[in-house]
C-alpha cells in the first residue's frame, strides 16, 4: 500500500482547491504494478522550518511563492534536499522572467516581435545610483526607439506580473505619459502585430488547451467558447509553442499568450507562474483544467516521477543552430517537449488507470456540491445586485460544457 500526498500552496483562491479537492477524492485507490496507492491533499500552511526538516508531500502545487518568498524559499528547499515534485519550478521561475524566455524563445527562432529594453524612467532606491547612471548611463532618444518599432507598440515591464504597467501606445504623447508613469520598473517597448486572434494557451503537463482569449472583455466575457478559431497549422504551431516553451523551463503548470496572423503565431508572453483558472474567468474550459491538474499531479506522484534542475538548453540550441525549417524546428523541439513529459507513457498510464476520470468530472459538475461552489464563488466575486445575472451566466457555459462533453 503506497500513500501520496499533495500539498497545496494557496493564496485567497477557494473555487479551484475545492474542486481539486473533490475531484482527487473521486479518484480512488489504485492499482498499478500490483500495489495499491492512494492519493489525498492538503492545504499547506506557512511556518518557520529547519533546513532539514523532513517533507510529507510529495508534490507540490504552488500559487503563492511567485510573490511570497517565505514559501519560495521552503520549495527550493523542499525539492533540493527532500527530492519534492514541484509545479512549478521556482527556479526558472525566479531567473527566467519574460524577458529570459523572450530570449530563449528568440534564440530558438520563435517568432517573438521585436522588442527593445529600457533603462528605468526614475532612479532605483540604491545609493550608488546616482554616480554610476553619471558615468555609465548613455543618452537615448526614446522616440527615435518607438518609431523604430512602429506604431502602435506596446509597453510593459520586462519581468511581467499579471497586465501590470502594460499600456498600448498609440502615438508619441502616449509614449512619454506611459514612460513617465514607469517609474522604477524596467519596461520593454514590443512591437505589435496586425492580428486575426489572440490565443491564450493553458497549459498542464503535457495537456494543452489553446483558448481564443479576447483581453479588451471583462474578465467573465475574455475566454471565447470558439472552437476551431485557428486554421490547422495555426491551432497546431499553438499547442506546440506552449508545449515547447514549458518543456525548456521545466514549467509544468503556465500559460502562454500569443498573436495569430493566419498561418503566423507570434508569442508574447508565456511566463505565468499563477496561470488563471478561475472558474468565473475559464468557466467552460474550467472543468477541462481541473481533470488535467488532477490527472497530470497524480501520474507524476504514482509513477514516481523525479524532477530535474538542469535544463539541458543545449539541446535545444543544436537544433536552433540546424539547417532545419521553421516548422522542421519545431517538430523537433516538441519530439524534445514529448521526451521531458513523457507525453505518450503518460497517455497510456492515464487510460490504463484513470479511465474513469472523465466521467466522475461530467458527475461532479452537474451535481449540487458544485453548483453550491460555483454560488459561492459568485457570492464572493460579485455585488449582491449582480450574482443571479452571472450564476445564471456560468450556468450556462458549463451546462453547454457537460452537454458537449457526455460520458461515452
Not at 4 to 28: K, Q, T, Y
Not at 214 to 223: A, E, G, K, N, T
Not at 385 to 391: A, D, G, I, N, T
Amino acid at each position: 500500500m503506497s500513500d501520496h500526498l499533495i500539498g497545496l500552496l494557496l493564496g485567497a483562491e477557494e473555487d479551484w482547491p475545492r474542486a481539486f479537492e473533490s475531484i482527487l477524492r473521486r479518484v480512488g485507490p489504485l492499482s498499478v504494478a500490483g500495489d495499491r496507492h492512494t492519493v489525498s491533499s492538503e492545504r499547506l500552511t506557512i511556518e518557520p522550518f529547519d533546513l532539514t526538516d523532513p517533507v510529507r508531500t510529495d508534490l507540490v502545487i504552488d500559487r503563492l511563492a511567485y510573490w511570497y518568498y517565505h514559501p519560495r524559499e521552503w520549495l527550493k528547499k523542499a525539492a533540493l534536499v527532500n527530492g519534492t515534485y514541484l509545479l512549478n519550478s521556482p527556479f526558472t521561475f525566479q531567473s527566467m522572467e519574460k524577458h529570459s524566455a523572450y530570449c530563449a524563445m528568440l534564440r530558438l527562432g520563435l517568432k517573438v516581435p521585436d522588442t527593445i529594453l529600457v533603462p528605468y524612467k526614475n532612479p532605483v532606491d540604491n545609493v550608488r545610483w546616482a554616480y554610476t547612471s553619471e558615468k555609465y548611463n548613455r543618452p537615448f532618444d526614446l522616440d527615435a526607439i518607438a518609431d523604430r518599432l512602429g506604431y502602435p507598440l506596446y509597453m510593459k515591464p520586462f519581468d511581467g506580473g499579471g497586465w501590470r504597467g502594460v499600456s498600448r501606445v498609440n502615438d508619441r504623447a502616449d509614449l512619454h505619459r506611459a514612460y513617465d508613469e514607469s517609474g522604477e520598473m524596467l519596461m520593454h517597448l514590443q512591437a505589435t502585430v496586425d492580428y486575426d486572434h489572440f490565443a491564450r494557451a493553458l497549459s498542464i503537463g503535457p495537456e494543452t488547451m489553446v483558448m481564443d482569449f479576447r483581453p479588451d472583455q471583462p474578465m467573465h466575457q475574455r475566454y471565447a467558447v470558439t472552437h476551431d478559431f485557428l486554421s490547422p497549422s495555426a491551432g497546431h504551431q499553438a499547442a506546440q509553442i506552449s508545449r515547447i516553451v514549458n518543456a525548456f523551463f521545466h514549467w509544468e503548470f503556465n500559460s502562454a499568450e500569443m498573436l495569430v496572423t493566419g498561418d503566423d503565431v507570434y508569442p508574447i508572453d508565456y511566463a505565468n507562474a499563477c496561470p488563471d483558472v478561475a472558474v468565473t474567468s475559464l468557466h467552460y474550459y474550467f472543468p477541462w483544467a481541473i481533470t488535467a491538474l488532477v490527472r497530470w499531479s497524480v501520474y507524476c506522484v504514482v509513477t514516481g516521477r523525479r524532477s530535474n534542475v538542469d535544463l539541458e538548453t543545449a539541446r535545444y540550441f543544436e537544433i536552433a543552430d540546424s539547417d532545419r525549417t521553421y516548422d522542421e524546428k519545431l517538430d523537433a523541439y516538441a519530439a524534445l517537449a514529448d521526451a521531458h513529459f513523457e507525453t505518450d507513457r503518460y497517455r497510456e498510464w492515464c487510460d490504463q488507470h484513470l479511465p474513469h476520470l472523465p466521467e466522475q468530472v461530467h458527475d461532479w459538475v452537474t451535481s449540487d456540491e458544485f453548483d453550491r461552489l460555483l454560488r459561492d464563488t459568485v457570492a464572493a466575486t460579485y455585488p449582491a445586485h449582480e450574482q443571479e445575472q452571472f450564476l445564471a451566466h456560468f450556468r450556462g457555459l458549463l451546462g453547454l460544457w457537460a452537454e458537449e462533453n457526455q460520458p461515452a
